[in-house]
């Protein structure tokens, strides 16, 4: 088991390494969509800002991004 320090180091590389990736709910009935805020708490113990989360970019964002 990760000793509690390089768990939190583990959780700040995807932040650090600037990789892109999507907020997602697997929400197969609206209801389940109230579960989003586990994964919105799960990005912020990862450090993970806006710009790194494609959900929160516009659609011209993501197009110029893709290109």
């Known amino acids: 088991m990760p000793s509690a320090r390089k768990?939190?180091?583990?959780?700040?590389l995807p932040q650090e390494r600037g990789p892109k990736?999507?907020?997602r709910t697997h929400s197969l009935s609206a209801s389940n969509?109230?579960?989003?805020?586990?994964?919105?708490?799960?990005a912020r113990r990862g450090w993970?800002?806006?710009?790194?989360?494609l959900n929160t970019w516009s659609?011209?964002?993501?197009?110029?991004y893709l290109k």
């Open 59 to 64: 659609a011209k964002e993501i197009l110029d």
């Open 48 to 53: 993970l800002e806006g710009e790194n989360v």
């Open 7 to 12: 768990d939190r180091t583990l959780r700040r």
């Open 21 to 23: 990736v999507p907020h």
């Open 33 to 42: 969509l109230l579960f989003m805020k586990y994964g919105v708490g799960m």
